[in-house]
């Protein structure tokens, strides 16, 4: 009996493996327009896709990015700048996309662009800590996507967005894990009514990778930032040595956890974007794949033991 359903499961993967390797054709006539330039992710997809053949528009938060990016790209690969909390730079943008794909629209927009910070316990924040964030990682997404959607339907193309494992599993306080599962809910009410005009909506969900979201210093300095800023009553809730130990946590876990090989994460973009028959959810990293989506299936019971586990306690802890 097992041997069969081993066989079944074994010929659906041969199956879907096969069938995932056609690619789209023409693809100097496909542009693809991608957000968060500057590093990371979205820079090494750009030259990846260039060198594919597609036609990029990479969005760039500062002009150094713009420039250091045209400087390893062929003139296939077009650079604009964008800020994507400003609704009038979102516009601009996608304004110059329409004149530039014409008739052909839009094949693809990539929401890469996001933030980590602030990060911290979620009695650490403020609501300006929230709406900060959620403008860039979830307004930034819906509001890049919403300003060329007409050219996607266009060209039948897709929306891929880069949410991550916490927007499956609330691993971490504050707005980080909110703004990821905002990003998902929205990419799964956008996939269904898109469906009807060929445009596909997929989602990128990576584990921990070596990037400026993932960079210990930032964090380090935006958690002693909270803790500086944060009432003195808070502060004696986690006690005075709290913040030195979170600081050695950070360090530690970090650099222990992050996988340095970004092409994980792009190859599964690239996949999303180029491929005849694209996966609705990629969830690149060994970490992503093997710890955080099966923690997500378990009992909250199970999940949140686990997480808290191990986890600094607070000075005037009861439990």
Same mark, same amino acid.
């Given at each position: 009996?097992?041997?069969?359903?081993?066989?079944?499961?074994?010929?659906?993967?041969?199956?879907?493996?096969?069938?995932?390797?056609?690619? $789209?054709? /023409?693809?100097?006539?496909?542009?693809?327009?991608?957000?968060?330039?500057?590093?990371?992710?979205?820079?090494?997809?750009?030259?990846?896709?260039?060198?594919?053949?597609?036609?990029?528009?990479?969005?760039?938060?500062?002009?150094?990015?713009?420039? *250091? &990016?045209?400087?390893?790209?062929?003139?296939?690969?077009?650079?604009?700048?964008?800020?994507?909390?400003?609704?009038?730079?979102?516009?601009? =943008? =996608? !304004?110059?996309?329409? !004149?530039?794909?014409?008739? @052909?629209?839009?094949?693809?927009?990539?929401?890469?662009?996001?933030?980590?910070?602030?990060?911290?316990?979620?009695?650490?924040?403020?609501?300006?800590?929230?709406?900060?964030? &959620?403008?860039?990682?979830?307004?930034?997404?819906?509001?890049?996507? &919403?300003?060329?959607?007409?050219?996607? @339907?266009?060209?039948?193309?897709?929306?891929?967005?880069?949410?991550?494992?916490?927007?499956?599993?609330?691993?971490?306080?504050?707005?980080?894990?909110?703004?990821?599962?905002?990003?998902?809910?929205?990419?799964?009410?956008?996939? @269904?009514?898109?469906?009807?005009?060929?445009?596909?909506?997929?989602?990128?969900?990576?584990?921990?990778?070596?990037?400026?979201?993932?960079?210990?210093?930032?964090?380090?300095?935006? $958690?002693?930032?909270?803790?500086?800023?944060?009432?003195?009553?808070?502060? *004696? /809730?986690?006690?005075?040595?709290?913040?030195?130990?979170?600081?050695?946590?950070?360090?530690?876990? &970090?650099?222990?956890?992050? /996988?340095?090989?970004?092409?994980?994460?792009?190859?599964?973009?690239?996949?999303?974007?180029?491929?005849?028959?694209?996966?609705?959810?990629?969830?690149?990293?060994?970490?992503?794949?093997?710890?955080?989506?099966?923690?997500?299936?378990?009992?909250?019971?199970?999940?949140?033991?686990?997480?808290?586990?191990?986890?600094?306690?607070?000075?005037? =802890?009861?439990?």
């Amino acid at each position: 009996m097992w041997m069969y359903v081993l066989a079944l499961v074994l010929l659906y993967y041969v199956v879907r493996w096969y069938r995932e390797l056609e690619r $789209v054709p /023409d693809r100097n006539n496909k542009y693809v327009y991608i957000t968060g330039c500057d590093s990371g992710f979205g820079n090494l997809l750009a030259r990846h896709l260039d060198k594919k053949g597609f036609c990029v528009v990479a969005a760039c938060f500062t002009e150094k990015g713009e420039e *250091e &990016l045209k400087k390893s790209c062929s003139s296939r690969v077009s650079s604009v700048s964008l800020d994507v909390r400003k609704p009038e730079s979102i516009d601009k =943008a =996608a !304004d110059f996309i329409k !004149d530039l794909v014409g008739q @052909k629209g839009l094949w693809a927009v990539v929401n890469n662009a996001g933030v980590s910070v602030p990060s911290g316990s979620c009695d650490w924040m403020t609501l300006k800590d929230y709406k900060d964030m &959620l403008e860039v990682n979830l307004n930034g997404v819906i509001g890049v996507t &919403l300003s060329v959607l007409p050219l996607i @339907k266009k060209a039948r193309g897709r929306v891929v967005s880069v949410a991550s494992v916490f927007g499956r599993i609330g691993a971490v306080g504050g707005p980080y894990c909110v703004s990821k599962f905002a990003v998902e809910g929205f990419n799964d009410s956008l996939r @269904k009514c898109m469906h009807p005009f060929g445009v596909k909506v997929l989602c990128i969900e990576p584990g921990f990778f070596k990037t400026m979201v993932t960079d210990s210093d930032v964090i380090i300095n935006n $958690v002693k930032m909270l803790w500086g800023k944060m009432p003195k009553e808070t502060r *004696e /809730d986690y006690g005075d040595s709290y913040i030195n130990q979170v600081e050695k946590l950070i360090k530690e876990n &970090l650099s222990r956890m992050a /996988d340095s090989d970004l092409m994980k994460v792009v190859s599964c973009m690239e996949h999303a974007v180029s491929a005849v028959h694209p996966r609705t959810r990629y969830s690149p990293g060994w970490d992503a794949k093997l710890f955080w989506l099966p923690l997500s299936y378990v009992p909250t019971c199970v999940s949140d033991y686990l997480l808290m586990k191990g986890r600094i306690k607070p000075a005037k =802890a009861v439990i």
